[in-house]
Every structure is written in C-alpha cells, then in structure tokens.
Nanobody, 123 residues
Framework: QVQLVESGGGLVQAGGSLRLSCVVS????????MGWFRQAPGKERDFVGG????????YYADSVKGRFIISIDYAKNTVHLQMNSLKPEDTAVYYC????????????????WGQGTQVTVSS
C-alpha cells in the first residue's frame, strides 16, 4: 500500500514562497507518476502540476506555470512542490497524489492521495 504524507504548508504573504514536501512510502517514487492538486473552499479539486512516471518531464496548470516547480528527491523518496510568487488565489489545501499510470492530471486518474496541507496566502 502506498502512503503519502505532505508537509510544508502555512501562512505566507503575497509574493512569498513555500515548499511543500510529500514523503512516499510503500513503493519507490520512480514506480509512480506523481502530482499535486489543490482545493479551495467550495471549489473542486484542481490539478496543479505533475511529473511523469519516468521522471523525464514535468507539466503544470496554466495558473501556476512559471511560478511552481515540481522535483523529486529519489534518495529520500520525496516529491517537492516549490511555490514562488504566491498569490492570494493560491490559497487552498494542497494534496499530493500518486498513480500507477504514466502521468496524472485528473483526480479520476489518482490511485493514492495524501492527507492535504493548508496553504494560505495573505494580500
């Protein structure tokens, strides 16, 4: 069974940065495609970014492209989401996600979810 545990959320001012981490257990991260989603109050869970199972490439939602970066620390079996130039509209609960497929971009494609971590960006 794959387990995902996120950390790194918090309160930050607009323009600031945060780095979220997702520790993967139960499988090596290289066997999974990994992604990040977020959900604001009263809204659907939206795709933020992902990395192919091969680790060869990352892909992002237009709303975060150029500001957010996904990376993998294979030695620690951990996925990071570096969030820069944060905006109030980035406020949400952020979820780490894993899938057995080659890539993940929709909640329907996710096989495993983390518990979520709150990110709040003040104006």
């Amino acid at each position: 069974q794959v387990q995902l545990v996120e950390s790194g959320g918090g309160l930050v001012q607009a323009g600031g940065s945060l780095r979220l981490s997702c520790v993967v257990s139960g499988r090596t991260v290289s066997a999974l495609s990994m992604g990040w989603f977020r959900q604001a109050p009263g809204k659907e869970r939206d795709f933020v970014g992902g990395i192919w199972r091969s680790g060869a490439a990352t892909y992002y939602a237009d709303s975060v492209k150029g500001r957010f970066i996904i990376s993998i620390d294979y030695a620690k079996n951990t996925v990071h989401l570096q969030m820069n130039s944060l905006k109030p509209e980035d406020t949400a609960v952020y979820y780490c996600a894993a899938a057995w497929g080659l890539r993940v971009q929709s909640p329907r494609e996710v096989d495993y979810w983390g518990q979520g971590t709150q990110v709040t960006v003040s104006s």
